[in-house]
């Protein structure tokens, strides 16, 4: 595999600007606390967890924002390599393999795809095409996957704000062993008032 593939991905501030490591983060901030992740509250945020069916497992927080959604992933990596490169490698294969169309590009948080993907809303839907930018942020031993739909695919002030929030989140690792790429435990926020 190439070093390029494993080197880290993440913008020259990340440590100032997030995402952030949980020994980073701001410790008297009100963060809503879903284990792995950390979420800022703010004004017209929702936010959705994503269960998988079988295992009742949460696999990802869904973030409705700015008339967009954000879909977020923490995943355990290796203290020295990276796996956005490798990550973004495979996103491609898979787009493409669903008869979508996928470029890489450098964004504001680095490089990311642009992704056109295939989509049909049921047995009598046309098909259809959605838009999707993956991101990626390398991170110390976590790595952090978003997937960004809706306005912010193309509208500047709502990719703003989204990147914007997606800089606000908090990984939290854990001292836990894990292997690379195994996703870091998400949990339901406790209710409010109770610790």
Same mark, same amino acid.
């Given at each position: 595999?190439?070093?390029?593939?494993?080197?880290?991905?993440?913008?020259?501030?990340?440590?100032?600007?997030?995402?952030?490591?949980?020994?980073?983060?701001?410790?008297?901030?009100?963060?809503?606390?879903?284990?792995?992740?950390?979420?800022?509250?703010? $004004?017209?945020?929702?936010?959705?967890? $994503?269960? $998988?069916?079988?295992?009742?497992?949460?696999?990802?927080?869904?973030?409705?924002?700015?008339?967009?959604?954000?879909?977020?992933?923490?995943?355990?990596?290796?203290?020295?390599?990276?796996?956005?490169?490798?990550?973004?490698?495979?996103?491609?294969?898979?787009?493409?393999?669903?008869?979508?169309?996928? $470029?890489?590009?450098?964004?504001?948080?680095?490089?990311?795809?642009?992704?056109?993907?295939?989509?049909?809303?049921?047995?009598?839907?046309?098909?259809?095409?959605?838009?999707?930018?993956?991101?990626?942020?390398?991170?110390?031993?976590?790595?952090?996957?978003?997937?960004?739909?809706?306005?912010?695919?193309?509208?500047?002030?709502?990719?703003?704000?989204?990147?914007?929030?997606?800089?606000?989140?908090?990984?939290?690792?854990?001292?836990?062993?894990?292997?690379?790429?195994?996703?870091?435990?998400?949990?339901?926020?406790?209710?409010?008032?109770?610790?």
């Amino acid at each position: 595999m190439s070093d390029e593939l494993q080197s880290k991905s993440a913008p020259d501030d990340r440590a100032g600007t997030g995402p952030f490591d949980e020994s980073e983060a701001n410790p008297v901030r009100p963060y809503i606390d879903l284990g792995g992740i950390k979420v800022l509250p703010r $004004e017209g945020l929702n936010l959705r967890l $994503e269960v $998988e069916e079988q295992t009742g497992r949460i696999v990802a927080v869904g973030l409705d924002y700015a008339d967009s959604t954000l879909q977020v992933q923490p995943f355990a990596a290796p203290r020295t390599t990276g796996l956005w490169g490798e990550t973004r490698e495979q996103i491609r294969q898979q787009i493409r393999q669903q008869g979508g169309r996928v $470029e890489e590009r450098e964004g504001p948080l680095g490089p990311e795809l642009l992704a056109e993907v295939p989509v049909a809303a049921g047995p009598d839907a046309k098909p259809g095409k959605r838009l999707a930018r993956f991101v990626g942020i390398d991170g110390p031993r976590w790595f952090l996957r978003g997937v960004i739909g809706g306005a912010a695919t193309g509208d500047v002030e709502a990719a703003a704000k989204v990147e914007d929030l997606f800089r606000s989140l908090v990984v939290v690792r854990g001292g836990t062993p894990m292997p690379p790429r195994d996703l870091i435990p998400l949990k339901m926020p406790a209710a409010p008032g109770t610790a």
